[in-house]
């Protein structure tokens, strides 16, 4: 069997959230900081003013209003979705689609209807819950 090209990242592994309410305030954001080889780089929020207020408290360096941006800057290796689960999948399709690995968590639901095109069920993604698209996932 072929063997998929094992990938190597850089470090620190430069990390943005994208959601920065509640949860990431205490368990997520934290923990990305304080995690060796890990970098909080960037946070995005719609609400402009509550993400600066997010990054300010907390040492992050860039923010953003608009996920996509997040997504796409090229300092941002690995996203974080910290956004309410019915939007999970619709930013985690678009991490996998532009080639970074992705962390979300609660996956199964909204993950259940066939990916898009040219997007792999192995693209890079680290869940916080069981994942059918995980190796070690296994139904029974």
């Known amino acids: 069997p072929h063997m998929p090209k094992k990938t190597t990242y850089p470090t620190p592994l430069r990390w943005g959230i994208i ?71 619709y930013y985690a399709v678009k991490v996998a689609a532009a080639g970074k690995p992705c962390c979300v968590e609660k996956p199964l639901s909204p993950f259940t209807r066939p990916l898009p095109s040219g997007i792999s069920p192995c693209s890079p993604l680290i869940t916080g819950a069981p994942c059918p698209v995980s190796p070690r996932w296994k139904a029974g």
């Open 19 to 89: 959601g920065s309410g509640d949860v990431t305030e205490v368990k997520s954001g934290p923990a990305y900081q304080k995690t060796e080889g890990f970098e909080l780089k960037a946070v995005m929020r719609r609400n402009e003013a509550k993400v600066k207020d997010y990054a300010r408290r907390h040492g992050v360096e860039k923010t953003y209003t608009d996920g996509d941006a997040l997504i796409n800057d090229p300092d941002i290796d690995a996203v974080y979705i910290a956004t309410p689960p019915d939007t999970h999948r």
